[in-house]
């Protein structure tokens, strides 16, 4: 679904967070947990809310994600998300715009039993968030075992095996 939107530059020419290529590989990734979403699953973007940027760059991941993030056989529909109203969205998956991976979102994403994705690799170190995805210039995938126990998300052990966990 990502395919045809490979060179869009959303709002003014300033680049989403997350580009297609990571969020493909997030589609693949999440075909992997032990628990996959459900056809009528919800991926909310996460936003700060009164902070401008953040909520700029969750409407361009919103933008480059259209109608729907595929994820295995499952369509995930995305919803534009203030990370205090998350337990709301009733969301599988929730990706952190720029400024949202913090105590507040990672408080949330554990109380919903949420994957928290970013493209920030410190906010996973640092346990905010679950999951880092990087594609340039290669394709990394880090994960919190102890934020990803704590939030009950669990990746089948093939998968475990082709990440970096921490």
């Known amino acids: 679904m990502l ?3 490979a060179a ?7 680049a989403a967070s997350f580009a297609v290529k990571d969020l493909q590989v ?3 990734a999440i075909a992997f947990l032990q628990s996959p979403p459900g056809s009528d699953a919800v991926i909310a973007i996460a936003y700060v809310p009164g902070d401008a940027a953040s909520r700029r760059d969750a409407e361009d991941i919103l933008a480059l994600i259209g109608a729907g993030l595929q994820a295995g ?14 337990s709301a969205a009733g969301a599988t998956i929730v990706i952190a715009a720029a400024g949202a991976a913090g105590p507040r979102l990672s408080e949330a994403t ?3 039993h949420a994957l928290c ?10 346990g905010f968030c679950t999951m880092s995805i990087t594609t340039e210039p290669l394709v990394k995938i880090l994960i919190n075992h102890a934020v990803a126990e704590a939030a009950g998300v669990e990746f089948v052990t093939a998968f475990r095996m082709m990440i970096k966990e921490m």
């Open 73 to 86: 056989r499952v369509t995930l529909r995305p919803r534009l998300v203030d990370i205090n109203n998350l």
């Open 3 to 5: 395919t045809a939107l």
């Open 8 to 14: 869009f530059r959303p709002c003014g020419g300033h």
């Open 26 to 28: 997030l589609g693949r």
């Open 117 to 126: 994705v970013t493209t920030d690799t410190e906010a996973v170190r640092a």
């Open 110 to 112: 554990r109380a919903t």
